[in-house]
């Protein structure tokens, strides 16, 4: 059973001898109604803020649900990111050994390829060097050959020369004697006499 308080102020009680002093009784009922009243006021104020705040607390609830599962994906989305992060890590870095590799062996073969170069090149050389040796050669022996044979030439002309000259100088004169005459040879082609 609820009580108001117009339901204290309104309660009469029977008057009996001996009884309760009726202005005191009164009084005491309208003090009492009015603190009933107040605790009434208070109490569907505080089963409001109890209301408000129930719901504030839900609202509250349901954001830390919220902010929890958004921390959670966070951290699956950080995990993710840095499990990524890692892979494209690993595959550069993988990538990055292959192209060194790549390139240590290009040089390697590059290397090598010079090298062989350098070598035909020195072989060539060589030969070149010989040919030149070679065919400095065949010309000096054919230069000391042409000498020796043109000397002899001009010795069997400055010989044949000197019978000649012998014999006219015998026929002019028979005096016996024999006049020597000195040869020069020149390169160029043409003897001299003296």
Do not use: C, W
């Not at 605790?39 to 607390?57: C, H, I, P, Q, Y």
């Not at 950080?78 to 240590?104: H, R, Y």
């Not at 062989?116 to 400095?136: A, G, M, P, S, T």
């Amino acid at each position: 059973m609820s009580i108001s308080p117009k339901d204290i102020k309104k309660t009469d009680f029977r008057k009996a001898f001996r009884g309760y002093d009726a202005n005191e009784v009164d009084a005491f009922l309208e003090t009492l109604s009015l603190r009933f009243e107040r605790l009434v006021e208070d109490n569907a104020n505080l089963s409001e803020k109890a209301r408000n705040l129930s719901t504030d607390l839900e609202v509250y609830k349901e954001n830390e649900s919220t902010l929890q599962k958004a921390i959670v994906k966070a951290q699956d989305i950080t995990e993710e990111v840095i499990n990524n992060a890692k892979k494209k890590a690993e595959n550069i870095i993988k990538e990055a050994e292959l192209n060194s590799q790549k390139l240590f062996q290009d040089m390697e073969k590059e290397i090598l390829n010079k090298k062989h170069e350098l070598e035909e090149i020195k072989l060539r050389n060589d030969k070149l060097v010989e040919d030149v040796k070679l065919f400095f050669l065949e010309k000096l022996n054919e230069m000391e050959e042409f000498i020796k044979n043109r000397n002899i030439y001009s010795m069997e002309l400055t010989h044949v020369r000197l019978k000649d000259e012998i014999k006219e100088d015998s026929d002019d004169e028979i005096t016996g004697e024999v006049k020597l005459k000195k040869v020069s040879i020149n390169t160029t082609g043409s003897g001299t006499t003296e």
